[in-house]
């Protein structure tokens, strides 16, 4: 089975902190993606990267990073934490080659924003 | 990628089967049609996927109208486990396009299953 696994469950930060969200998949997957998710906007992709050290913007990447310095391992940075960034954000990888592989998601940080 | 159609809400008794609806008139030859589910407050699910011929796995099966103009998502046995949003999309099943692999879920159906 796939595993994908995000570093916590729930977040409260304050605004402007630094926040690192960590995801890890263990089935070698050549793509990974970061999502929010918010009632009435549905999913809205914010970073995807198809190798290591490769990164590319979604459609939202306004107020965020990543990094990707392992295959399995892809961090989204929110460099100055924003209460408009108060949302739960997923994580999910597909196999590669095709960005169109079926995605595996991770179970979702919600993260609030003080 | 095509919009779907889904009804908001169905509702399922424990034990019989659910079937899930989803209408995507304007499918393209290359889309696949995909279904996730979400379970409260977890990340989304993926269930099953097919292009033209009827799939089944080990937690569904689905069945594709002959056109490709909608699908229909069976559940054979739900359980109060199977209690969640279920999103239907489609999506070209091969690299191009502008898209970049993201996924865009609608609505979904809210499937409660009821002992």
């Known amino acids: 089975d796939v595993k994908v696994t995000q570093s916590s469950r729930y977040l409260v930060k304050r605004t402007g902190e630094k926040v690192f969200l960590e995801c890890v998949q263990d089935?070698?997957?050549?793509?990974m993606f970061w999502y929010r998710q918010d009632p009435g906007l549905g999913l809205r992709l914010i970073y995807f990267s198809y190798d290591v050290k490769m990164k590319e913007k979604g459609d939202i990447p306004e107020g965020y990073s990543v990094s990707r310095e392992k295959k399995e391992r892809f961090s989204l940075i929110l460099e100055s934490a924003s209460t408009n960034q108060t949302s739960m954000y997923l994580c999910a990888s597909s196999l590669g080659g095709d960005l169109t592989d079926t995605q595996y998601f991770g179970p979702g940080t919600r993260l609030t924003v003080l | 990628d095509a919009k779907t159609t889904q009804p908001p809400s169905m509702d399922c008794a424990e034990g019989r089967a659910a079937n899930l609806p989803c209408n995507h008139s304007?499918?393209?030859?290359?889309?696949?049609v995909y279904w996730y589910r979400q379970i409260h407050s977890q990340g989304p699910q993926y269930i099953i996927h097919g292009l033209k011929n009827n799939e089944t796995n080990e937690m569904a099966s689905l069945i594709i109208t002959e056109d490709r103009k909608s699908s229909t998502l069976i559940l054979p046995h739900a359980t109060l486990r199977d209690t969640a949003v279920y999103y239907c999309?489609?999506?070209?099943?091969?690299?191009?396009?502008?898209?970049?692999?993201?996924?865009?879920f609608g609505q979904g159906t809210i499937l409660t299953v009821h002992p």
């Open positions: 089935m070698d997957h050549e793509n």
């Open positions: 304007t499918i393209s030859g290359n889309e696949y």
């Open positions: 999309i489609v999506r070209v099943g091969s690299a191009g396009g502008t898209s970049y692999g993201k996924l865009t």
